[in-house]
């Protein structure tokens, strides 16, 4: 109980104590280091090779972008970080990145989230670039910059480009697009559920279903033989065309949706490529980052 409330008397210290220390702390450090904001872009990560082939192009545009600035990389998931590991690729996890970035004397960072959606990992990144920015003696600033579906105009505009670029030209009327979004058990979940019913709206044979989450895949499954379809178009919803594009959506395993179309005789044809390496969709990336970095001056 002591405990306790020694704990919250320090907070309110530290809570009576912080405007009145920022002001003069940022003062200082401006003067002592000068440099620019960093950008530290962070993903799920991929452990397929040929993935990472969006991420060289994410980063080459935003080096387009931000000539002269710190960029660097943070994989948010421990479990591709480790499997790279073993293979003597060292990836930094976000908070690993930001504490280099502090301790090289970086006042200020961006960290671009290269998520598709608002979610677990999103919230998580917020929450501990947030607190990163509150340490005393490092960042003056530290924003985290919005995924990529996080606002309706968005989503519209991923769906604009999806069909205009990555629908392959052969699809002829009558065939369907599905569109594999990755899912998950965060009440963010209900984005992929809006853009089904927006890609609906657009195009009676568009489809957005998910891994691990809704709209499920045997929904889609059943409108397309409701509909008598007999050829679909395989489209990742995924920053890179990694392990679920690979192998849940385009696998020859009896459960992977191509194989799961073929057993309700619909042909699939699978794109294997990651949003990330259709530059309009980078751009909307790009998008973010500049309202972040604008906030930073
Ligand atoms: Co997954």
Redesign the pocket.
């Known amino acids: 109980m002591l405990k306790r409330t020694r704990q919250i008397l320090f907070l309110l210290i530290l809570v009576v104590a912080l405007p009145l220390a920022s002001g003069a702390s940022e003062a200082k450090h401006a003067a002592k280091d000068g440099k620019k904001p960093a950008i530290l872009l962070v993903t799920?990560g991929t452990s397929v090779a040929s993935a990472q082939t969006a991420f060289a192009n994410i980063e080459q545009q935003v080096r387009k972008a931000y000539p002269d600035t710190e960029i660097r990389w943070a994989y948010t998931s421990k479990m591709i970080r480790k499997k790279l590991a073993k293979e003597g690729k060292i990836l930094d996890s976000p908070e690993i990145a930001l504490a280099r970035l502090m301790d090289e004397g970086y006042p200020k960072v961006v960290m671009q989230s290269l998520h598709m959606i608002p979610g677990q990992e999103f919230h998580e990144i917020y929450t501990n670039g947030k607190l990163f920015s509150q340490m005393s003696g490092g960042f003056e600033q530290v924003q985290v910059s919005l995924p990529l579906l996080a606002n309706d105009a968005a989503m519209d505009k991923t769906l604009d480009i999806v069909a205009a670029r990555i629908v392959p030209t052969e699809r002829q009327p009558g065939e369907a697009v599905v569109l594999m979004g990755?899912g998950t058990h965060h009440p963010s979940d209900a984005i992929y559920s809006a853009l089904m019913l927006k890609a609906q709206k657009m195009d009676a044979n568009m489809y957005v279903a998910t891994?691990?989450g809704a709209p499920a895949f045997d929904e889609v499954k059943a409108d397309l033989v409701k509909k008598g379809i007999k050829k679909a178009y395989l489209i990742p919803l995924m920053t890179v065309a990694g392990?679920?594009a690979r192998n849940d959506m385009a696998g020859d395993e009896p459960d992977s949706w191509k194989s799961r179309l073929k057993q309700v005789g619909v042909e699939s044809v699978p794109v294997l490529k990651g949003l990330a390496e259709f530059d309009p969709i980078v751009d909307l990336w790009l998008e973010n980052l500049q309202t972040a970095m604008a906030r930073m001056q």
């Open positions: 799920f990755h891994v691990e392990d679920h």
